[in-house]
T-cell receptor
């Protein structure tokens, strides 16, 4: 079974600073997808960024980027120029190719301070 | 991307009763998923619901407790049966809504409180 581990239950960052959230996973699969989702207090799950395991290039979406280390099974999220609206729970998730059911880590609660 | 609507958004239920949560997608989707999020916890997959077949349940979840219907490609329901306070959670519906992208889109969730 695949497991996703987020070792930082809570983090905080000053507005405009950069923060990195950690995620590791365990799988014997070679083809899979990794995701970061954000869940603000409204509880709506919002996709932040997505990475396909066969792509070596790290995904980037505006202020959000990942450091994907396939051999180390690590998938960290970097948020640059943090904004107050980034305050939320962040979940790392794993999806096996062709099975398509998503498995989530325990989450990291990020607080951006003014 | 597609929009997923869930109702009720929240409800307070009495022990021993059952409640059905509805999930409507504004486009046709093949695969839908139901997740549970207990207070302060992560999301746990309850079952996968494909149109035209029985739902596939994860370990720890059974059909008698969480019956699921999937009558067409845009709609699904999850029933939480014979509820107890331990069933107090947020229940989220999700679907693969971008063909080939393998990304899950989520509804806003249904917060159930069982007294």
């Amino acid at each position: 079974a695949q497991t996703v581990t987020q070792s930082q239950p809570e983090m905080s960052v000053q507005e405009a600073e950069t923060v990195t959230l950690s995620c590791t996973y365990d799988t014997s699969e070679s083809n899979y997808y990794l995701f970061w989702y954000k869940q603000p207090p409204s509880r709506q799950m919002i996709l932040v960024i997505r990475q396909e395991a066969y792509k070596q290039q790290n995904a980037t979406e505006n202020r959000f980027s990942v450091n994907f280390q396939k051999a180390a099974k690590s998938f960290s999220l970097k948020i640059s120029d943090s904004q107050l609206g980034d305050t939320a729970m962040y979940f790392c998730a794993f999806m096996k190719h062709e099975v398509l059911d998503m498995r989530f880590g325990a989450g990291t609660r990020l607080t951006v301070k003014p | 991307s597609a929009v997923i609507s869930q109702k009720p958004s929240r409800d307070i239920c009495q022990r021993g009763t059952s409640l059905t949560i509805q999930c409507q997608v504004d486009s046709q989707v093949t695969m839908m998923f139901w997740y549970r999020q207990q207070p302060g916890q992560s999301l746990t997959l309850i079952a996968t619901a494909n149109q035209g077949s029985e739902a596939t349940y994860e370990s720890g979840f059974v059909i008698d407790k969480f019956p699921i219907s999937r009558p067409n490609l845009t709609f699904s329901t999850l029933t939480v049966s014979n509820m107890s306070p331990e069933d107090s959670s947020i229940y989220l519906c999700s679907a693969l809504t971008a063909s080939g992208a393998n990304v899950l889109t989520f509804g806003a969730g249904s917060r159930l409180t069982v007294l």
